[in-house]
Every structure is written in structure tokens, then in C-alpha cells.
């Protein structure tokens, strides 16, 4: 079986930093995902929700803001609760950023951008900078 989820949107919302009871790193966030579209027909957008933990919550906090274009890999996650107002059972359907990257360049971004260009949670659960697009090929 497969989860994976890879995603490139725009940020609907400043992303905050907030800590759990443990003092664990999270932040929350949506990003708004054009859907493709025929010719002749208005172009529409999925609001996705984005859950990113540690570092990489830090990474995205500090680097991106409302309408900074992010590329995002990671995996779907949902979750039951019940419905404060009405009782009843509900399922939230999010992503889980395993991996985040800027995908404008910082001339073409409104925003600044400081210095690294991804972060990346390797399998064994540290993360890492990868590096700049200075030295690739292409």
C-alpha cells in the first residue's frame, strides 16, 4: 500500500509556530491548489490543510508566508472527532509535510526569502538542508 501526497500551492494564511504540551514544534496551515481546467472554463482551487511537526514546522514558519508559493510532499492523514456544536461524528482529511521546498525563485517571489531552498525529513527522523539549486545541472 501507498500514501503519498505531492502538492504545489500558494498559502491562504501566514503560518504560526505553536508547541504541544511535550514542547514539540507544530504548525498549521492551508494552501490553495489549482485544479487543471478545459478551455473556455473558469479556473478553480482545492484548499488543502498542511500539519507540519519540528523542524520542518520551523523551517516553514520562518521562510514562508500568505501567498508564497510551497512545494510539499508527505502523506494523508485522517482524523475523527465529534462535532462540538452538533454531536455528531466528523473525519478531517490533512496532509502530513514530510518534505517542503520554496518552488518560485526570491526574485520571482514577493516575499523574502532567506537561505535554504528545502528541508527534507529523512527516513531515520533527522532532517537536513538540502542544498541550494546553484550547482544543478539544469
Do not use: C, H
Amino acid at each position: 500500500m501507498f500514501n503519498l501526497v505531492v502538492l504545489t500551492g500558494r498559502l491562504t494564511a501566514d503560518p504560526e509556530l505553536r508547541y504541544t504540551s511535550g514542547n514539540i514544534p507544530v504548525t498549521s496551515f492551508s494552501i490553495a491548489v489549482n485544479r487543471r481546467y478545459k478551455a473556455g472554463e473558469e479556473s478553480q482551487a482545492d484548499f488543502i490543510n498542511i500539519v507540519a511537526w519540528r523542524q520542518t514546522a520551523e523551517f516553514v514558519t520562518k521562510y514562508f508566508q500568505k501567498g508564497s508559493l510551497i512545494g510539499i510532499e508527505g502523506s494523508i492523514q485522517t482524523r475523527r472527532y465529534v462535532d462540538k456544536d452538533t454531536g455528531k461524528n466528523r473525519t478531517a482529511f490533512e496532509v502530513i509535510a514530510n518534505n517542503v521546498q520554496f518552488v518560485e525563485s526570491k526574485r520571482d517571489s514577493a516575499a523574502p526569502v532567506a537561505e535554504p531552498a528545502a528541508f527534507s525529513n529523512n527516513i531515520d527522523g533527522d532532517f537536513s538542508e538540502i542544498a541550494g539549486d546553484d550547482d544543478l545541472p539544469f
